[in-house]
């Protein structure tokens, strides 16, 4: 381990099942490793078209304001909540889990009046919760909320959230960061004005891009504001000048041309295989997964219907270390897994089979080299590791 | 040019000597393509480490604080701002170009009371007048200015401007995006507060990644401010327990793994050139294009010490049409070369020898092309494509 850093860097080969980034396929490295080109070429210019019309249809949108946030799915957090909110705005955000609590912190930092709406995690959002709250509070601007918790396995009604949102007048935030391309997504069937996501889950790209959508009711507020979007970088109005797809384009920012180049090949092929296909192949591989737990006497966190196919929260038994399993598995297996976060750490493993991931030859190799940890046989490696 | 976005997109080859992004090295490019591996990977937190030697390194500082912001120098610049000033705070801008101009409306939208002091762009930084500036104004808190001006060719003296803002008392804040890596940057013997960098000037990585660093003054300064960092994704305390360094480290967002392998090997190729080498290597590309401009009776915009080598503002002669002479470059020669910007649009052309770009080779294909160009031999192209 004694290395220096004059020494190029090779990455080992791991099997990436944990809460993301999710393994990549070679066709979106190859991509990646594309000769870089000014972000300003009319080439790059026409593949940043096709980027916003696969990230439309991946969203099932026809919103104009669709494109790449520069950074990773965090910015695209800062990014739709920056732009909607003004100081003083109320916004009712539920909370259960890790990236809830963020959008808490994001839009209070941002100078909103936060009303935090609590769920037990592992449970979902219950939108007849958030129909009271809008009820009890008045004059509530938006409604913010997690599509799919990365930090539970936990999915919830996205649709029913952004009908009751509407009955209210208020407009929605919807964190899609672990849902995109994993299980449905139907942005204007249902009514949701402002979505982010990010590159590294069920698309299967690299991490660093964070996909958003602005619907046309957001983009009319953002334009009406009393006052200017706090980050100049993240204001729509200068960016989509940018990603406007015309040629009389404005200098904003330098696009991260390689980095569109692997989201541009991860989307190409998501769209080849078709999203209804990547859907399922979602949900088959998390029913592997589930039959393979269960003969390993594995249980869930989560309830069936609220289950994300592509995050699998695992109860750890009582008879296993965590850490030193997680261990053993990374580094004698070459299998990543995630931790639990905050009220869940120690208490459950992360599965994720998020894109490349959700494929069956990946979800054996995991069931396997599960059972051999569990079974005592690799000792020698587990106590080496921890 | 009717394809469909299911078809995988093929980066034409570019000569990239505009503005940025420069040429990235094929190993670099190779380096990016590795296999994807966790963030909270050990051996990516290693990694994160090396880079971060490495950084410091190439600004000469022994900084704590210095990392690469997971955006474009543009989110550097909103990460160096937004983390110092406060509501109503002081700061003093020198503007004389397009980032100058840039850095006010950035601090502007984060509340502070921006002062700004024009300068003729094409002319540097007068420390005399940021001197009397701040004998006029009192309480200000910053001092930001650009270090190499992108939209213009000019360096400013980085170590006057300091020490003046060190004797009234304000801390600086440096735009090196341009500078990193193709002139001398000192930090500390400087005594600079805080700076931003990109990826995709000198250090010939490809875009989407910002070396930025705070000084000790800074992280005290940013310790003790009375409200919170507006963004939470940019707020360096927590993000330094994310880049810190060791294996305890707090989860704050998804680093850009790929990104960083390229950073990592684009800094690796720096120091085994050398620091000094690679600045004498910008020095030499800059005296040969200038040798052959005075041949083809062209000037630059600059006057002789305050040119940056790395950045050559070219006077239009009145005789050629500026955007079809471009295009030809591009279309028929796959040289990039960059626009104008502000009130220089049609009057300069920005040719940028910047990290790979800065090579004899590159130097002498750009001045053979103009020369066909401007001598009319590729008319038949220049009516085509114009």
């Known amino acids: 381990m004694n290395r220096s850093y004059l020494e190029s860097f090779l990455p080992p080969t791991r099997l990436l099942l944990g809460p993301g980034p999710s393994p990549v396929a070679p066709e979106v490295l190859t991509a990646m490793a594309g000769p870089t080109i000014g972000h300003l070429d009319p080439s790059f210019i026409g593949l940043m078209a096709e980027v916003k019309t696969m990230l439309q249809m991946a969203f099932a949108t026809t919103n104009e304001v669709t494109f790449a946030v520069a950074g990773p799915g965090s910015l695209g957090m800062d990014a739709c ?24 912190e994001v839009a209070s930092r941002g100078g909103a009046h936060v009303i935090p709406l609590d769920f037990t995690w592992g449970t979902p959002v219950d939108p007849q919760a958030i129909d009271d709250a809008l009820k009890a509070h008045k004059d509530v601007k938006f409604v913010g909320f ?56 069920c ?40 990603w406007g797809g015309d040629k009389a384009r404005a200098y904003h920012h330098t696009a991260p041309v390689n980095s569109l180049y692997a989201l541009h090949e991860s989307l190409r092929r998501l769209h080849t295989e078709g999203l209804e296909a990547s859907l ?10 589930l039959d393979g737990l269960t003969k390993l006497g594995l249980e869930l966190l989560v309830e069936e219907p609220y289950r994300l196919p592509q995050l699998n929260a695992i109860k750890i038994p009582a008879t296993i270390n965590d850490a030193p399993l997680r261990s053993a598995l990374l580094n004698d297996f070459n299998i990543e897994i995630g931790a639990g976060l905050g009220p869940l750490a120690g208490k459950i493993w992360r599965v994720g089979l998020m894109g490349e991931g959700a494929r069956p030859e990946h979800v054996s190799r995991l069931l396997q080299s599960l059972e051999t940890l569990m079974r005592g046989q690799w000792t020698e490696a587990l106590s080496l590791a921890s």
């Open 81 to 104: 909540v920056l732009n909607l909110i003004e100081p003083g705005d109320k916004i009712l955000i539920a909370r259960n889990g890790v990236f809830g609590t963020r959008m808490c």
């Open 280 to 289: 399922a192949r979602h949900k088959a591989a998390h029913l592997q997964l």
């Open 146 to 201: 997690v599509h799919a918790e990365t930090s539970t396995g936990v999915q919830s009604d996205a649709a029913a959230i952004a009908a009751i949102a509407q009955k209210h007048g208020a407009l929605t935030i919807m964190d899609a960061v672990t849902s995109l391309a994993g299980i449905p997504i139907k942005l204007d069937e249902w009514g949701i004005d402002a979505v982010y996501s990010g590159s590294q889950k």
């Open 203 to 242: 698309l299967s790209c690299p991490p660093g891009l964070s996909p958003v959508s602005f619907g046309p009711r957001a983009v009319e507020h953002v334009k009406n504001r009393k006052t200017r979007v706090l980050s100049w970088f993240l204001d729509i109005t200068q960016v989509m000048a940018y």
